[in-house]
């Protein structure tokens, strides 16, 4: 600590140009925040309790439908624990950007989600009342909604018969103990059945629970071979792999969005580490003399690598800083190509890692010039 | 004119001199070529999005729609519905027959070359009347499917993305296949990456009965929209909307804003992380020089003269980056095509980046503009230092 003042007249040398290479630093850092909270939202593994359900959909397209007759089939099959349904709703809540899945779905579907937390009294006010509503906990609040309200849902896809607005009573919130995902909301099966215009006793697509969650391949191989060539083929993956063929069929964008911020980033670094070694450069005659008074090569080495790390941390700092004032505005934007995407901690903790590696390296090479100085020529330079 | 003779010759010795100082230039040229490229690929990416998408959309044509929807995959429309649009006035008529189609848009599942799972596909039932309302639409290999079978045609665009969507290729749908005629090209628009075939045969595969999901229309000419839109609003339980092509599909484009705003907002962060660049380099260079600078200020150039003469350098140093940038882009990306998930479809719209004259613009722009930025304090505290003082640097 005691080399300190050493290394801060290094810093305050020259104000203007640690500024400035400090803010150019916290620009690169800037977008590595954007760059890796958008990775994230593209390569969103979404955290799934278990392997243990299955996502079992048309062949032909995961819009189509299929036959209720499936379910038998498939819950006869060897390993198989609970079999449920859903479909697609679509609909408008008052304007069209209010968009949250909707999915009726039969009244023991909560059964298959148990990292899913309803709120009191919802799984009995569900069965019961068959204009009933379950919505996350996100959705609520995100509107205003009670328990007891009657919210209603203007139709797309699903017209009522006759014609006119759905209309469906929240009864309770679901939170989820394992993920942030808590945004979609549930209706009742029977209902929606019931009253939609077309293609009654066809369910969407089957979520099926399974004993073993090792079986999943052979089990997801079974249920397809049951129904091929059949008019209603299907195909069977793992729900996390169901999620992930969106995440891929967004594809190339987001591969692009991040190798295009990657090379920004680097280039930037790029000019700081020539800034860096022409600072280094420009003191060559006062290396010299820390020398001739008897410093180190070892000590003189570290200086500048201290200077190296102050000038990449202290921009990592802000830049990720302004990145978390901004957030709200990148966030609103990507949310119309890349779905949600979340500030987490592992965006400092990964930027605190690259500022020290780039620190590394940016000042490896002046630190070594430097530790190699000959005295006599460092102090003829003057 | 001796004014702008003395800066031309200052500059023209300060050019000479980028050589010797060749590192601290480049600075600048990496710096700003590398803000420049990135801005400009992701505008070329939006572009090439966006006019596919809106190239797609004409002023004389209608598309209508259920009440409600956004979307074509959302709607649906029963076909006794288009018999009763089709009496409506200003409609276009060919052979005394209305223009107007019912168009079926469903998605189907295939393999995206060298991917492993599969992609959402468009897949568009269409009427003979559909070919007619759409004239850009020409078959560029093979021949149109034949009507009341299972014959398909595919646009250029999925063609080139997708695996067996060649003519004589066969696709599963349900218990049968349907087989690839013909391939066509539409104007570059999003129906090139389509999979067409006849209504009915749509209609069987998706079991829709006699229900479509949207209806096209041409119009006698653009101004008679009002005439079918009363018509459509005031026949009594219609729940339809009616809107120009244009429209519906400027509407679809939301997402090339997106990016060309993410794009943008990239491309100003970088430009500020180049600005500082730089002017760190462009003080170096004007401390390296002070000796050089107070030398002609001694011989009698004026302090302004000194100042154009770094600022044109400076400006030129951008331009070259800007350009390297451009180019960089172009060499890159231009015409690279990529497909995506198109919101409010679920499906894919293939799309060539197009790094057009104005996104270069954009581009060059804010190399200029960082140039300014980065030149102009250096230059200033230059022109404005005492002679005296920059000769005693020696």
Known sequence: ???????????????????????????????????????????????????????????????????????????????????????????????????????PVPDNYFDVYPEWELSEGAQEAFSRNITGMIVGKDIADQFGWEIGDRIPIIADIWPKKGGGVWEFDLVGTYTNSVSEEQGEAFINWKYFDEARLYETGRPG???????????????????????????????????????????????????????????????????TGNTMSQAVRERTPELGALKAVGFSDRLIMLFVLAESFFLCVAGALIGVLIAYLLFPLFSGLAIGFSGEIEFSISIVISAILVAFITAVISGVLPAYSAMRLNVVDALRKN | MSFIRQVLSVTNMNLRSI????????????????????????????????????????????????????????????????????????????????????????????????????????????????????????IIEGRNFTSGTAEIIVGKGANNQYEGLDIGDQIKVRDSFATVVGIFSSNGDVHESEIWSDLAAAQGIFRRGAIASSMIIRLESKDTFDEVGLYVESYPNLELKVQTETNFYDNQSSGADLIKI?????????????????????????????????????????????????????????????????????????????STLAGGSFSQTAFAFAVTGEVIQQGLTLALFVGFIGGVFPAWNAARRDITEALRSI
């Open chain 1, 1 to 103: 600590m005691k080399y300190w003042m050493i290394v801060k007249s290094g810093i305050n040398r020259k104000k203007i140009r640690t500024f400035m290479t400090v803010f150019s630093i916290a620009t690169a850092f800037l977008l590595f925040s954007l760059g890796r909270s958008v990775a994230v939202a593209f390569n969103s593994e979404v955290d799934f309790a278990g392997n243990d359900r299955l996502i079992v959909v048309s062949r032909l397209a995961f819009t189509e439908s299929l036959p209720m007759a499936h379910k038998n089939r498939i819950e006869a099959v060897e390993g198989v624990d609970t079999v449920v349904w859903r479909q697609w709703f679509g609909g408008t809540y008052k304007e069209r950007q209010n968009f949250f899945p909707k999915w």
């Open chain 1, 205 to 271: 697509n089957y979520i099926v629970k399974i004993e073993n969650p090792d079986q999943a391949e052979s089990i997801a191989k079974e249920i397809d071979e049951l129904f091929k060539n059949s008019l209603d083929e299907t195909k069977t993956s793992t729900e996390e792999a169901f999620s992930r063929m969106f995440a891929e069929q967004i594809g190339n964008i987001g591969l692009i969005i991040n190798s295009v911020l990657a090379a920004s980033f680097f280039t930037i670094l790029l000019l």
């Open chain 2, 19 to 138: 050589l010797e100082r060749s590192g601290s230039s480049l600075v600048i040229i990496i710096g700003i070529a590398g803000s420049v490229a990135v801005m400009v690929s992701l505008l070329a990416m939006a572009e090439g999005l966006s006019s596919t998408i809106s190239n797609t959309g004409q002023d004389d044509r209608v598309i209508i729609l259920r009440d409600g929807s956004g979307s074509e995959l959302s709607s649906g429309v029963a076909m006794t519905e288009v018999d009763t649009v089709s009496s409506s006035p200003g409609i276009k008529s060919l052979d005394g027959e209305p223009m107007i189609a019912g168009e079926l848009f469903a998605i189907i599942d295939l393999t995206k070359k060298g991917a492993d799972s599969t992609s959402n596909l468009p897949f568009r039932g269409v009427q003979q009347m559909s070919f007619e309302i759409r004239p850009e639409l020409t």
């Open chain 2, 262 to 338: 993410f794009g943008q907002v990239v491309g100003y962060i970088m430009a500020i992380g180049a600005v500082f660049a730089a002017l760190n380099t462009m003080y170096s260079a004007v401390s390296t020089r002070l000796v050089e600078i107070g030398t002609l200020r001694a011989l009698g150039f004026k302090g302004t003269t000194v100042l154009a003469a770094l600022m044109i350098e400076a400006l030129i140093l951008a331009m070259a980056g800007g350009l390297l940038g451009a180019a960089i882009a172009y060499i890159l990306f231009n015409g690279y095509t990529v």
